[in-house]
């Protein structure tokens, strides 16, 4: 039986470049965000219900009108949630057997409730500063709707404060599947 993992972590904390060590030890990785992006530029009924409520289907100008009306975000994510968790478990039952880890990268895993349908949890966190510095979305009002980092560090299996070099954060990530597979 496959170990579902998840990412998850505060904006620019180092989420995909965990998944990213993931993918290189061989692990099968599906990242949410990238599913979103698939579903805004090519699901039919997504972009016909974007077009519908906000008049466009380009991303930005998405962003613009969701993070400052937390109404619309709620529409949003009540539009796109469920479709990424049904192609999430697609990705997972087309793996088939033989997967020891599967590792998806969920931004708003605990936000979300998501946190029971993984067996085990990994957290990617990183001082303000350093996120700042990553991107510019971690410096806006999206942040403000996550839950502080210590609760997620709580709720984890796994916790990695990444403030260092990607050698330590792939380090990182081959001893949580060490122990996930020992």
Known sequence: MTLRVAVTGGIGAGKSEALRAFARRGVPVLSADEVV???????????????????????????????????????LEVLLHPRVRRLEEEWLAGLGDGVAVAVTEIPLL????????????????????????????????????????????????????NDGTLEELDAFVGDVLERLLG
């Open 110 to 161: 605990y936000e979300v409730g998501g946190g029971g349908r993984f067996d085990a949890v990994v957290v990617i966190t990183a001082p303000e500063h350093v996120r700042a510095s990553r991107s510019v979305a971690a410096r806006d009002s999206r942040a403000d709707r996550l839950l502080p980092d210590e609760e997620k560090v709580a709720r984890a299996d796994f916790a990695y404060v």
């Open 37 to 75: 992006h698939g579903l805004i530029a090519g699901d039919p009924e997504v972009r016909a219900a974007l077009e519908e409520r906000f008049g466009t289907t380009e991303r930005a100008r998405i962003g613009e009108i969701v993070f400052a009306d937390p109404e619309q975000l709620a529409w």
